[in-house]
């Protein structure tokens, strides 16, 4: 019998959460310590999935009265220093797994469903959140989607003490920030493929978020140079609920989203032996470490091969990817 392909309703919350679990399970084993289960999963999953329901856009498969599928989707908001004029992408969460008994197809069918639904919904652009390994990347491609974010993962940290040229950031090295993260972000505005375009007032803007980001309790930020010239800076936050699946722990994640330094300013190759780059990911690394975080993510654009490069070299490895529809970029 083919499959039905619909949108979810709260009478299919014990498939779903069924369906998550054993695909959270999965993950586990691949890495324990980034995709963390809460020893009540079920119950977690059952509620998570309860309450988002009504926020984002679910569908199911049916065969024969049991779900054998779920996907999961959403529009993301636009970040402050990016344009939203063109309006919201949508994006694919995790939360996106077929049974081992779903009939060959049910998970193109789920992922054309879910496509046309957002579209319906106003999205301009595409994005797919997903593992590096498993079943949801070759689907995705499958589909036309290519990687454009990477978000490299590494564990364990030490409480080393600040390396040389590395500083807490300050007030007075917010202009000097705001300068890297134009050029930052002109370096960005040359990659293919993207999905975010540059805010007319983006500098006013990141301005104003480094202001208020130095005022938060839960991160720490800091600048790497020498005699009062900065050349980097990093911010090390905790992880965002919407990077990790609905099924895992966020608590003892952190995240590593705004890292920038003229070590990997030229896109292709890493100057200076990426000292400051590393210095500063250290820094980062030793303020987890402190605040008990022994996991993080860093963001990177998949395009970005000398960035990529230095997270390698000290020791971040793929866990993560954003992909997005190739139509749209």
């Not at 779900?67 to 990016?82: E, F, L, Q, R, S």
């Not at 030490?158 to 807490?168: C, E, T």
């Not at 402190?290 to 395009?303: E, I, K, N, Y």
Request: proline share 7%; charged share 20%; hydrophobic share 45%.
């Amino acid at each position: 019998m083919v499959p039905t392909i619909r949108p979810a309703t709260q009478g299919d919350l014990t498939g779903i959460t069924a369906l998550l679990l054993r695909d959270a399970e999965q993950r586990r084993s691949a890495d324990p310590l980034l995709w963390r289960l809460p020893a009540d999963a079920p119950a977690r999953i059952a509620k998570a999935v309860d309450a988002a329901l009504g926020k984002g856009l679910w569908h199911v498969a049916e065969r024969e009265g049991r779900i054998v599928g779920v996907m999961h989707a959403m529009m993301v908001a636009v970040p402050p220093i990016y344009d939203g004029g063109a309006g919201h992408p949508g994006l694919f969460l995790d939360d996106c797994v077929t049974s081992a008994d779903a009939l060959p197809g049910t998970a193109d069918s789920l992922l054309v469903a879910a496509e046309t639904a957002l579209r319906a919904a106003g999205a301009p652009s595409l994005v797919a959140s997903c593992p590096a390994a498993g079943p949801l990347r070759p689907l995705y491609e499958s589909h036309g989607y290519v990687p454009v974010t990477l978000y490299m993962a590494k564990h364990r940290f030490g409480r080393d003490a600040l390396p040389k040229a590395v500083k807490p950031a300050g007030p007075e090295d917010v202009p000097a920030i705001v300068t890297l993260s134009a050029a930052h972000r002109r370096s960005l505005a040359g990659l293919r493929p993207r999905f975010w375009y540059i805010h007319p007032d983006a500098d006013s803007r990141f301005d104003a978020w480094m202001r208020r980001s130095l005022t938060f309790a839960d991160r720490d930020m800091f600048v790497a140079g020498v005699t009062g010239v900065v050349r980097g800076y990093i911010i090390a936050q905790p992880c965002s609920r919407l990077l990790m699946p609905i099924a895992h722990e966020v608590a003892g994640l952190g995240v590593i989203d705004d890292f920038y330094d003229e070590d990997f300013a030229d896109i292709a190759a890493v100057a200076n032996d990426g000292s400051s780059g590393a210095a500063l990911l250290a820094a980062a690394e030793s303020a987890f470490a402190r605040r008990g975080v022994d996991s993080t993510l860093v963001v990177c654009p998949a395009a970005w091969s000398s960035k990529v490069s230095l997270l390698e070299r000290n020791g971040y490895r793929l866990a993560k990817l954003w992909m997005a529809k190739q139509q749209d970029v």
